[in-house]
């Protein structure tokens, strides 16, 4: 095949695919938002068109996070959910596999295996489960290859200029590249397949490719469509508790990685408030922190923090917006090294930079043309700079009027007389501030990125997740840049000895995946400085009532208890490196949630884990979700936390309607709340504005059944 053949008919592109590839098809998709949706269909339904055939042609669909527009399981959810997702969804097309695999409707001759799942999307759906993969994302690419994957196909983004393409992996440069090389390196036939979606971002760095990095690149407007954009969801004061507590181990001049959804907006939101309003942080966190925050982390941030993280999430960006993620880290082990000890400052460029560079030994005294490639590269020198032909002299200037300096730079006075001469840049050119693999956010997000300054833009390097979620490969130059890490993961449930319960049910059930947990749980041991950071709220809902999330045992542990590290609920900070098995279960019932601290104790007796005689310290035994409502309430009526930081798609009236909606939900699951709402929304005899009755459908209401809820609503409004 001509490398690469452009089409402009996502038709003619699957005819490609099935003329090219012989036998049955292995389709590999990035996660999120890198799926070339339409393509994917239209090779979907082609292939589930011959069902019917003695011999049908085979799909195996290998991906992760297959997102879905969300659709309301009662009657009364969908009436309100279909405007809402008309407006934030637009033309964004649901994947036909998702349905059919939903709905138990895939053909037998198709399968779909997933590698990380919605969360609890598939719980219950056997077919889903049976397919699940289990695996860490870095072994993801070799996964593939063990599979047989024979297609990749990936949307991305695309750059026209002086009728020459550029394309961009875009959100999803994270598996593909080492998918590429591994299958290059064996000899292996793999049909690349680029889909340009001019929706998506062009993000620069890393994820640039050719156009000849695909073998078929699709070009058709039908390509084209609306990103899924989740929106913001509200951030509760158990999710503000828990970001508080984060936001506080976070050292400064640091390393940051958080995930998507409340917790993470929890997190930026804290670390805006303890850089910009240190005083009322510091009293916040006092309020919350039963063992007081002498130990915690407090400051400004003075330097500033270094975005790594498999997720680049819309908390990430306003983060960078706010100034806080501002930490530049480059792609040479020397120079990072220079930065970190603070012999070289990415800010300023002088004759002191290039004398650190000439004594470090990373260039030499005499410039060879590579030295000043690279010095040229990361901008301490400026382009006026020649080397002469027997490489005895540096030019600086135009060939009439150039200054003429010795290239000896080990003598402080040329150093000067280069700097005099105007050869020397104003500051380090390079850096970036934030490493990710794929991104995934709300609207606004996406369109940030789209009209993001050139020069802002090229500090955010999406890149490869074997790059951001392991120490293996460049393991020196990612030591340095990686200092005071912080990796912060949210997990299910953790048992009193420290094992964490991310991704499945002790049925074995899944409800997520590994992802990159596992990873990034490793690298903050191997790292001297850093931390794992595993966040958790203390109870869950269940359909008997409240749990606790933290447990004395599970039959089911993503992370094993030898790899533990810090803990952390709304009740404060369970560190647990070290420690006996003894402390660490005192150090996790001291964060859990009082109502089960009793029980926890007298479990971890009976397994002599804890004396006879221990009883919970009286500071920890106000664990409760009314002390801590009371405690943080005030901050939210000031401003400081408010229920969605980062704005939301929902508008008032919307938010007004989910809030009761929420309460008639959870009331379904807790027979006694439920009798105790029917009664007091029957007695008040309320009704609802017409327009929300409009919205759910009730406006008209006449069976008994429509009626009772009119009421129940109009109660909880």
């Not at 998507?260 to 309020?287: C, F, K, N, T």
């Not at 884990?609 to 009883?615: F, N, R, S």
Request: hydrophobic residues 40%; glycine residues 8%; charged residues 20%.
């Amino acid at each position: 095949m001509t490398h690469p053949i452009t089409t402009n008919q996502i038709a003619a592109a699957v005819d490609l695919v099935l003329d090219t590839v012989q036998g049955d098809i292995v389709l590999g998709l990035p996660l999120g938002i890198g799926k070339p949706n339409p393509f994917v269909n239209a090779l979907y339904q082609r292939i589930k068109a011959q069902g019917g055939a003695p011999n049908p042609r085979r799909l195996k669909i290998i991906t992760a996070l297959s997102l879905e527009k969300p659709v309301g399981k009662s009657e009364l959810e969908q009436h309100f959910l279909q405007p809402l997702v008309e407006r934030v969804f637009k033309d964004y097309p649901d994947l036909d596999y998702v349905k059919d695999l939903r709905a138990g409707a895939l053909p037998p001759h198709i399968e779909v295996a997933e590698f990380f799942m919605k969360t609890g999307d598939y719980l219950g759906n056997g077919l889903a489960q049976r397919s699940y993969i289990s695996t860490n994302y870095t072994f993801v690419a070799r996964d593939m290859g063990v599979l047989g994957m024979n297609v990749i196909a990936q949307a991305v983004a695309a750059h026209e200029q002086d009728g020459k393409l550029t394309l961009s992996l875009s959100s999803n440069p994270d598996v593909t590249f080492e998918v590429v090389e591994r299958y290059a390196a064996e000899g292996r036939p793999l049909l690349k397949v680029g889909v340009v979606n001019h929706q998506m971002p062009f993000m620069p760095n890393h994820a640039v490719v050719a156009p000849s990095f695909f073998d078929i690149v699709v070009t058709d407007p039908a390509a084209t469509h609306t990103l899924f954009a989740p929106p913001n969801g509200k951030v509760s004061t158990a999710d503000y508790a828990i970001g508080l507590h984060a936001s506080s181990l976070v050292a400064d001049n640091g390393t940051l990685q958080i995930g998507i959804g409340a917790l993470g907006d929890a997190i930026a939101q804290a670390l805006i408030v303890r850089d910009r309003h240190g005083p009322e942080y510091r009293r916040i966190l006092e309020s919350i922190c039963p063992d007081g925050i002498a130990t915690r982390e407090l400051g400004r941030f003075d330097h500033g923090l270094y975005g790594c993280s498999e997720m680049f999430v819309n908390g990430f960006l306003r983060l960078i917006e706010a100034g806080i993620i501002r930490r530049e880290v480059f792609d040479d082990v020397a120079l990072q090294r220079l930065v970190n000890s603070g012999h070289i400052d990415s800010l300023v460029v002088d004759a002191k930079t290039l004398a650190a560079l000439v004594q470090s030994g990373r260039v030499r005294a005499q410039l060879t043309p590579d030295d000043l490639t690279f010095l040229q590269h990361i901008g301490v020198l400026t382009s006026a700079v020649t080397l002469s032909d027997d490489g005895a002299t540096l030019h600086v200037g135009s060939a009439d009027g150039a200054r003429q300096v010795d290239n000896r730079l080990d003598r402080p006075e040329l150093l000067e007389a280069l700097a005099q001469a105007g050869g020397l840049g104003t500051r380090l050119t390079g850096g970036v501030v934030m490493h990710g693999g794929f991104f995934l956010g709300p609207g606004d997000f996406y369109e940030r990125l789209r009209t993001m300054p050139t020069q802002d833009l090229d500090k955010i390097d999406m890149t490869r997740i074997d790059f951001i979620n392991q120490l293996y490969g460049q393991g020196q130059l990612k030591r340095a840049q990686r200092a005071k890490a912080r990796f912060m993961n949210t997990t299910m449930m953790v048992t009193l000895l420290g094992a964490a319960v991310s991704d499945a049910l002790d049925t074995g059930q899944v409800v997520s995946g590994v992802g990159g947990q596992y990873n990034f749980v490793a690298m903050a041991h191997a790292l001297p400085d850093a931390r794992s950071i595993l966040m958790l709220r203390a109870t869950h809902e269940h359909k008997e009532g409240v749990r606790s999330a933290i447990v004395w045992s599970y039959a089911h542990a993503t992370i094993p208890r030898h790899l533990r590290d810090i803990v952390l609920t709304e009740y404060g900070v369970a560190d647990l490196r070290g420690q006996s098995d003894g402390e660490v279960v005192k150090r996790l019932i001291a964060v859990a949630d009082s109502r089960f601290q009793p029980e926890l104790v007298a479990q971890a007796q009976a397994a002599g884990k804890l004396e006879a005689g221990y009883t919970v310290p009286d500071r920890y035994r106000q664990n409760l979700p009314e002390m801590l409502d009371a405690k943080l309430h005030p901050w939210s009526q000031a401003g400081l936390l408010p229920d969605f930081p980062f704005g939301t798609d929902l508008t008032a009236d919307e938010l007004h309607i989910v809030r009761a909606l929420k309460r008639m939900k959870r009331a379904t699951t807790h027979p006694v709340e439920l009798v105790t709402m029917v009664m007091k929304s029957l007695w008040e005899n309320r009704e609802a504005p017409e327009p929300y009755l409009e919205r759910l459908g009730l406006e008209d209401a006449t069976s008994f059944k429509k009626m009772f809820i009119r009421k129940l609503f109009a109660g909880n409004l």
